[in-house]
């Protein structure tokens, strides 16, 4: 998988008219789209691509749309999977949402609320952090602990040396290093 600047949809339909008016309405949002007509097909792109997003269709030629949500969920556990069907049941959303579907919509449907149901999935949970940048090296934590437990014992080294199961010769050569960098 490469770097993209545009994210990347893989439609996974054996109607060939509705992939492709997907695929084109995809493409005029900024988006690469690839399409697929079977489980077979849409595992090899998917493999080369990375995609995003992948909208799977429930009922393909030669298999269940849900063994393909699961192959691409095996495949890419960060993927956002979107099942489409024109048979709908709570029982089939159900299992699809079991199988590692993230949503499940009722066809007919329009790239806008295919874009929307992405946008929900993809948005970040209320007070989740992004990922740190950077985090300090290992030697910094515990250089950075030992000062803090020594400020706590108000400079008493044998007293912090008890506290961090060290002998007081060992934390007074730590701490007559240099503190490590980042």
């Not at 024109?86 to 949503?103: F, L």
Request: with cysteine.
């Amino acid at each position: 998988m490469t770097e993209k600047d545009e994210p990347a949809v893989l439609i996974i339909d054996d109607d060939e008219v509705f992939h492709q008016r997907l695929r084109r309405a995809f493409e005029k949002r900024g988006w690469e789209a690839q399409v697929a007509a079977s489980g077979t097909e849409a595992m090899v792109l998917a493999r080369q691509t990375g995609p995003d997003l992948a909208i799977v269709d429930l009922r393909l030629p030669s298999e269940s749309g849900l063994d393909v949500v699961r192959s691409l969920r095996e495949l890419d556990s960060t993927i956002a999977i979107v099942v489409l069907t024109g048979y709908g049941s709570i029982a089939t959303a159900m299992e699809a949402v079991r199988r590692g579907a993230n949503h499940y919509l009722s066809k007919p449907v329009d790239v806008d609320q295919i874009l929307a149901v992405y946008g929900e999935i993809t948005a970040p949970t209320p007070g989740e952090a992004p990922p740190p940048a950077s985090v300090p090296s290992l030697a910094r934590v515990q250089w950075e602990h030992i000062q803090r437990v020594m400020t706590d014992c108000g400079g008493n080294i044998s007293q912090a040396a008890k506290l961090l199961g060290l002998h007081r010769r060992s934390l007074q050569r730590k701490l007559s290093k240099y503190p490590p960098r980042t």
